[in-house]
């Protein structure tokens, strides 16, 4: 499975982005659960937004929550983040997850930068 994220850019604090993960492959179809991690500078890659496969339950880390939104449509294969109200300390490296239904393999994409300035 691959996975391809678009949508970074550079935005003043309050303005907002749309990220999307679009995945493929001959497994595309067994993609389940997807997420969206961050990654400052000097720091760890930290989950901010997930949602299952089946249920379609999604959480969201808490300095994200009520400014994000994470939707999936997977008759195009396509996760997206809706970021709102961006601030400063959302800068980071944006990356796509998956885990497929066996639970046994786990897919990365390459990143999406957002760099937010106040």
């Known amino acids: 499975v691959q996975l391809a994220e678009s949508g970074g850019g550079s935005v003043e604090a309050g303005g907002s982005l749309r990220l999307s993960c679009t995945w493929s492959g001959s497994a595309a179809d067994s993609v389940d659960a997807m997420g969206w991690y961050r990654q400052a500078p000097d720091l760890q890659r930290d989950l901010i937004a997930a949602?299952?496969?089946?249920?379609?339950?999604?959480n969201y880390e808490d300095s994200v929550r009520g400014r994000f939104i994470l939707s999936r449509d997977n008759s195009k294969n396509t996760l997206y983040l809706q970021m709102n109200n961006l601030r400063p300390q959302d800068t980071g490296r944006y990356y796509c997850?998956?885990?497929?239904?066996?639970?046994?393999?786990?897919?990365w994409g390459q990143g999406t930068q957002v760099t937010v300035s106040s």
């Open positions: 997850n998956a885990i497929d239904s066996t639970a046994q393999n786990e897919y």
């Open positions: 949602i299952s496969g089946r249920s379609g339950w999604i």
